[in-house]
């Protein structure tokens, strides 16, 4: 039996490793197939030409690491997402969605990037439990380490997890996969560093009795036929 | 193999209906040991003598209804679980985890019972991510019709789900069971009958795609193996 | 005496059915003028270019059967309402606002259609406490099967009902104009069903001590005379 | 015909003032019979003997000013409420709910004050939509200057009014009301003075189109017939 | 040794005083150089075009008075700012912080009016601690009397102020600043009037055992060396 | 002249620790006075009557190791003081606070330990901006590594900071702090570990430009002379 897919929707290149990387490799390595789709690329005019090209081949080295099924960038430009005909960016993600049917799903949490808000809405819409929709098990919300964690409390939504994943035996090819962002990767103390990194998967998984953990927020979750831990 | 067993923890009898009784029964269906854990009774001197044991056969009718695996009584006052012992309350409900060793365990959502507070407390730590806690899969918190949406918005939490179990094929044992309880079923309109628990399980499955519904908050889902609904 | 007018403001048509309907029919039987103002349409290039003059058929017959007064039309675009020039939008509400006079008018809950969130901003400033605004006695919004079900919890807001309104005698008008409805109207199990309709008014009115209800959530109540249900 | 009657529930002598002073004035005026239900009293071991009787003969003064029709004093501990059996202290003030048949109930917000909470707590119950409670046309949370702004924001709820009532002609009546306090009144600059209280009445009416107002939180209103103010 | 300056970004002219002017009084006072950054204009077509020139001279006259070291203006278009670019939007803001090195920005807090909150999202990216903004000490946001009350309780975020500052000495200049902006003063009663802002500092203040206060709600404060108020 | 002191409040010994050992060192470093105060201790019934000596002394050893000038206990029963006298409770540590006038005080998050709940409300009470508290610059929560992630999004308030102390100095002092706690500290991986304290330190700290951090959520600040940041 094939086992159904999971879809990583990640706003930038990188995002998908900072929030899921640990998971995107415990389900490669157990044969589940992943799809990571990147939404947005640094495109001029805000960006030189050459930037998108270089991230392209970043994010490719870094999905190998992490052993990724499918790659699918939709090269909408970056920092303007918000400003997009609605139509047109939850059309973009609603048609990877349709064609996947994927189990699970992964957002980002809707944060201080103005970016991660509008892949938020448009990840939102398009698994509402309608249609092709109704087959989705889990939707969830990663977080992005930085942008999470620059927000307004009590003017704006706190990341508040309620499901870890174990990525004890994951979290090095986490940071491995980060590590090929050449174009993001920062000196620490910062907050976009393998070392950041590593203490918030310590820290979340310290929480829930495990080496190193990955944290989300659940948004939906459907069961259809027996709780499936159960077994 | 022996699934391992789910909890849930009602402060009074009838909880465990009004918000399981459809999961339950599937699980049941499924083979699954269930164990109801009903924290209080109606006791002297703030209930005659004879309440108690009228309910306690209420509940029993109820779970054979169900399937119930397992039916433990704590006995405790109700009322009044607001000032009992922390210890003496959280131990009574802590033993019965450690012994079951649980992968789902279901507790009250705290609402506008005082009771249903203290319930809840009880089964948050005796749940904790730690030493036997570490095997708990999923722990959720269920919503009790009435009391539920007898809030004050804005100065409670509201019961906002994000799990939702198809019951399509047990909503009929849900209200069969809730039958069982004599003394506690009501006329319509009111909170308390199978009209208005038909109606919710209606309304939730409806809002998921599913014909009958039973909807839950998440505590905390723990993650040790591989994405269990996408085996 | 004449009655103040009552104001629903709806994004698209069937939305004032679904979060209204039965609290329209009774303002009109006890005669209360109601506008209804549908601020969207399904138009070309999103749309064929039949099916906005279909809906607006579809909407007169069901404002029909709840009595409504004056239906009025805004035909600004559907699902980019949110991409419009924040004067033009909100400007149209507000001429409709500034004519009518309302004492009570009801908004659209915030929730995951991005457009009920645009249309819930320019109604939240075209009903502001300021000049005419102050004779406003009520401002309320409203839940919408469905959309106002498939937030996320914890990072956008929950429908929380503060008021319900006893429409045991107008649920079957609710319904029957949601049946005119023919483009909006699902097969059960979905959303947007006469039966997670009916389910939805059973439940709101059942935790209100009322055979059916719809509920709300108050957004602003200014009493300058006496407390008026205390007459 | 004779007006159903309001019930203003509070914790300590004085806070009936300081929440709800001027819109008790405004219903006298009207001939609308208010009840004032003082919960605790300042008594021995924790105060001296003498003090219940002083701000007993306080509360008096300050109730016929403003028109008071029934002041009833329950005499339970103050600042120990939270540890009274619940049975106790939600039957006593239950049994005056359920005497009365009040039209509208005025409870604190459960802030700072954990009497506050204990007194909201148990008017919660008192005034649950089941049996006589399904009269009651409103149920609304008043501010109390100091404690309720003297919480942990994020950590604890935030007072967010959605109801306004104009007390241009009872302002007042409110602040002298509160002066016969003389036990509570304070030197300015302090929480509980009448410039703070005037203050607080001139910014709340402003933010409403009023000269002075006095804001509330709405538990739950319930709508039997048409809306009342649409009359 | 220079002070460091502080920085307030106010979406339209007299935000920076309705939320900050006691504030900024007191900064001047002291010798801290203060910046005022006005983000919009009154512009053609939404407004003639002779309201811009005019605002800007009231915008001097009431920085003077307040002893405001530089006044700086954008001069986007009020009203549309959600609709601009976000990074030409961002961009103008954070140019102005990178230029300043800020030890303390006051951004306004995201409330009914759509331009706050486009200038809130502006203002937090350009503080975010990274680079230069690791050296900016505080982060906070201030009420603006009557947009900040017109929310929506529950689907909105409620402004809860965590810092007060004692405005005592400075009330007066703050409502002489705000009686320069001619065009914006209304009469009483209207939220935007001297009466009520001197209303909402005595009763800040006197929750805070201070004559007149000033409420901000912190977003971010970071401390470097000792507890600067320690010293 | 003399440094005003600073309070930290601790439900149980090491609590002070997990939450401010790194900003209690950075602070003795620099000649401020510091006080801990232990509300609780692990007495007989409910734990052999050895713990609370050989606890205490580690206390006091944990102390020294941060520089603590002075060290108090109330001994009062651990797991039970949300059911101790109100008055009895919050009376002791206002005492204390009284006594001390401290510039800043810090108490525990109000998290999933029902002590923590407790000691969170006296600690309120205690230092209410009345009276001597007034005089109170700061009062901030810390978060207890374990129990603060331990709650139940969205029924329970999440954990939100918007203060980070640097403590890239003093961090080797916290773990060393806490390894003296011997009967506390547990292996990895468990939540109460030095390497869960260091990751959250690191992960605190790069979120704010910092390589270590503590952080808090500030319940109040008042601010009566110039900003003291800007000086």
Known sequence: MTARPALVIAPHPDDEVLGCG????????????????????????????????????????????????????????????????????????QRVVDRLEP??????????????????????????????????????????ISETYWNAPGAEPTFSPNWVVDITETVGAKTAAFAEYDSQVQEYPSARTTQALEALALFRGSQAG?????????????????LPWQA
Chains 1, 2, 3, 4, 5, 6 share one sequence.
């Open 103 to 144: 189990a699970t799903v992964f957002i980002p949490f809707p944060d201080r990037h103005v970016d991660h808000r509008a892949v938020f809405d448009a990840g939102m819409v398009a698994t509402r439990p309608v249609g092709a929709g109704t087959g989705i098990a889990m939707v969830a919300m990663y977080e992005t």
């Open 22 to 93: 640990g998971t995107i490799a415990r389900l490669t390595d157990q044969g589940v197939p992943v799809t990571v789709l990147v939404v947005s690329a640094d495109l001029p005019p805000l960006y030189p030409a050459d930037v998108r090209g270089r991230v392209h081949q970043e994010a490719l080295a870094a999905h190998a690491v992490l052993g990724v099924t499918d790659s699918e960038f939709l090269d909408f430009p970056s920092v303007e997402l918000s400003r997009m005909s609605v139509a047109e960016l939850t059309g973009g993600v």
């Open 210 to 226: 495990m080496e190193y953990g990955e944290a989300f927020q659940i948004v939906r979750m459907l069961t259809g036929e027996q």
